[in-house]
């Protein structure tokens, strides 16, 4: 969720629809059945917390450098060992976790069921923190099928809770999700801006200015920026977003394709084309590489309908018919793959 907002506004600006659900590419069963055995094996293996910690920590990790299936794989595991060990906490954050990682591959069905399940269990034992994480990641549900009134009911359930315990970076992410509601989906931007400054400065204060998580702050300011037209405060955020992101996460992270597509569609609201085809041609390579195969997702889709749009609104754009023709049939297949 942190960025993957930005990729349905830039749809929007470009003049494309969203879909209002996804179900995840490949073959669910043999994944599944992959991920149980190996949280089998390492249930039986794997006996104290501090063994599973540095599991789910692990797992954790892999998600933030964008490599999900390791995470999931990872994470599976670790919830198969706080099960075994019978540690509420424990399986709270990582379906939590796992919620992200599947958020992170367009999984929106197993996403769901991972985020409802931390809920019940995190409100089950007086976990507020992670009851609180966990209404985030079902806020995002409502979110993406476009229930924009439902998701902000989450989102500042959530908000409260973490301002109720003074946990500040849970806040910060309370505070970008409601954002990202108010001008993606509710169009409310004077009501959005403050939102997305306060949680820009709290991850500023509390993480730095060149964490990751403060780039997706910056990214999403900049989102609301660009959808009101104030471009010129836009691009300085999106470059400093990209900046640190490329440092942070690497060339080929999906986060920093994202930054990519977003700066892109900047460049093309204002003109820029020639500095908006590298940008989108380089954030589809970073997607097909990543998510290859088993998983071209919405991403690939935006990015391919972004770059045919660019090819027909280019000057010489006669010269290109074919091409963004070609382009948007692949990226209607891919969306119709995942509807």
């Not at 949280?39 to 794997?46: F, G, I």
């Not at 540095?54 to 060992?81: F, H, I, M």
């Not at 999403?220 to 977003?241: C, D, F, H, V, W």
Request: proline share 2%; hydrophobic share 35%; glycine share 6%.
């Amino acid at each position: 969720m942190e960025t993957r907002s930005l990729l349905l506004a830039s749809m929007l600006l470009l003049g494309f629809s969203t879909p209002a659900t996804a179900i995840a590419d490949g073959d669910p069963q043999i994944v599944q059945e992959r991920q149980d055995r190996n949280s089998t094996t390492l249930a039986q293996n794997t006996t104290t917390t501090a063994e599973v910690a540095t599991l789910y920590e692990t797992g954790k990790t892999l998600r933030e450098q964008g490599n999900y299936q390791e995470a999931l794989a990872t994470l599976e595991q670790a919830l198969a060992a706080y099960e075994t060990l019978e540690d509420s906490r424990g399986i709270a954050q990582t379906l939590v976790q796992l919620g992200k990682a599947y958020d992170g591959l367009g999984d929106y069905e197993r996403m769901g069921a991972s985020y409802q399940r931390a809920l019940e269990i995190a409100k089950a034992s007086g976990d507020k923190q992670q009851e609180a994480y966990a209404l985030n990641g079902v806020g995002d549900i409502y979110f993406y099928q476009q229930q924009y009134d439902e998701a902000r009911t989450y989102y500042e359930q959530a908000l409260a809770i973490f301002e109720a315990m003074g946990d500040d970076l849970g806040k910060a992410e309370s505070l970008l999700y409601l954002g990202n509601n108010y001008y993606v989906g509710q169009q409310n931007y004077e009501a959005a801006e403050p939102l997305l400054k306060q949680s820009l400065l709290i991850r500023e204060e509390q993480l730095g200015a060149d964490h990751s998580l403060t780039a997706a702050s910056l990214n999403n300011l900049a989102g609301l920026y660009t959808i009101m037209g104030r471009y010129s405060q836009a691009e300085p955020l999106y470059k400093q977003s990209l900046l640190i992101r490329e440092q942070q996460l690497g060339a080929d992270h999906p986060d920093t394709a994202t930054s990519l597509n977003n700066l892109a569609v900047l460049y093309w609201n204002m003109g820029r084309y020639s500095e908006a085809e590298p940008l989108l041609k380089r954030s589809l390579s970073i997607i097909e590489q990543q998510l290859r195969g088993d998983h071209l997702n919405i991403n690939t889709a935006n990015t391919l309908n972004n770059l045919a749009g660019l090819y027909q609104r280019k000057l010489n754009k006669y010269s290109r018919t074919n091409t963004a023709e070609q382009i948007q049939q692949l990226s209607k297949l891919i969306l119709n793959s995942i509807l």
